[in-house]
């Protein structure tokens, strides 16, 4: 007998993935595995592994051992990747570059200022993957959400 427990509808917006739950938490979270698709291997933030473990916010109440349908705004899952891999890279080219005008500004060696300016735009993309983490970490609205338990 095939049991489903769906909580609401499917946006357009929003990516529906399927895995099995290995840990429920106290606060209303649970972790899921999931088998990786063509998204994570493109990825590949997680390599050396064919699964993944989602923290997911958990309005139903799963337990462990079930499998379960969540889903994720795909505009979240752009935004991570974009401050993960792009905008460290553009900050380092914006420091070289700034780097760079700054030393013919100034009559110094240029390329010492470009090297100098891509180290910094590097660091500042760091510090700014750190805070868009912890802002993520902290939001259960960004979180994917579990919205039907398949038994």
Known sequence: MKKNIRIKERRDDMKIEEGSVIMVHENGLA????GRHSDC???GACPGSDNIVVMVVDPIGVK???QVKFEM???NVIMGAFVCFILPLLLIGLGAIGGYYYGLS????EVHFAVFGGIVGLVIGVVLMKWFDRTFRTDDTIKPKIIEICE
């Not at 100034?106 to 060696?109: F, I, M, P």
């Open 73 to 75: 705004r795909e505009m």
């Open 106 to 109: 100034t009559g110094v060696e």
């Open 31 to 34: 972790e899921v595995k999931v």
């Open 64 to 66: 462990v051992g079930q």
């Open 41 to 43: 291997i493109a990825c």
